[in-house]
């Protein structure tokens, strides 16, 4: 069974641009959540889509923005690209929406803006 | 909001003896989850704790939930150089949706 796969792996980004990241869940998943990781603030939550409907959202600004697709696949979107935007971003992937089921993470972008 | 805190914040052991990490949650824990990273890397999934005073294994890893459900521990026995990473306990806020709140991570290295 395929993991949570992640695209890209490193992406390099001036000021200002825009970025789309992807996730695909593990086969059957239709929860799918997004995470940034930085040295300073740890992981923090983004939000989470399950069936194609964002259920939860964390405390960052409306430049960060997503979606999720029919089979289940989501695209997390930073727009007006912010130096303080540099972080390792991860998605989880849940079989159903709620707590108490496994969350499997995938590999990671890492996004540098310069 | 709920905060976990993970002690302690860094571990150095030689290889083979025992360790225990901990994590401390400010409210009651609904689901706690453990998991490793290698740096740079994605997470990866070791154990999920529902029930007061479960206990879960898995090779020479235990992670286990106390009774009041606001405080779990990850102990390693003979750790190996393999065993080297940051480890991260999550937890389940209880709402609604997916939110996992995160402790700050503790890293370990083993030394041979």
């Known amino acids: 069974k395929a993991g949570v796969t992640q695209t890209p792996r490193y992406l390099i980004k001036t000021r200002g641009q825009q970025v789309t990241l992807s996730c695909s869940p593990i086969?059957?998943?239709?929860?799918v959540s997004w995470y940034q990781q930085t040295p300073g603030q740890g992981l923090q939550f983004l939000f989470e889509?399950?069936?194609?409907?964002?259920?939860n959202k964390g405390n960052f600004p409306g430049r960060f923005s997503g979606r999720q697709f029919s089979n289940s696949r989501s695209e997390m979107n930073v727009s007006t690209l912010e130096l303080g935007d540099s972080a390792l971003y991860l998605c989880?992937?849940?079989?159903?929406?709620?707590?108490?089921?496994?969350?499997?993470f995938g590999q990671g972008t890492r996004l540098t803006v310069v | 909001s709920q905060e976990l805190e993970q002690s302690p914040q860094s571990l150095i052991v030689q290889e083979g003896k025992n360790l225990t990490i901990n994590c401390t949650s400010s409210?009651?824990?609904?689901?706690l989850y453990w998991y490793k990273q290698k740096y740079g890397e994605g997470l990866i999934f070791l154990m999920m704790?529902?029930?007061?005073?479960e206990e879960k294994s898995h090779e020479k890893i235990t992670a286990k939930l106390d009774e009041k459900k606001q405080q779990s521990s990850l102990h390693i026995t003979a750790s190996q150089p393999s065993h080297a990473g940051i480890y991260l306990c999550?937890?389940?806020?209880?709402?609604?949706?997916?939110?996992?709140?995160f402790g700050g991570g503790t890293r370990l290295m083993v030394k041979p």
């Open positions: 989880a992937s849940r079989r159903m929406t709620g707590y108490n089921t496994e969350a499997f």
């Open positions: 086969s059957g998943h239709r929860s």
């Open positions: 889509y399950f069936s194609e409907t964002q259920r």
């Open positions: 409210k009651t824990l609904y689901g």
């Open positions: 704790l529902q029930k007061g005073g």
């Open positions: 999550g937890a389940d806020g209880g709402n609604a949706g997916n939110m996992l709140t």
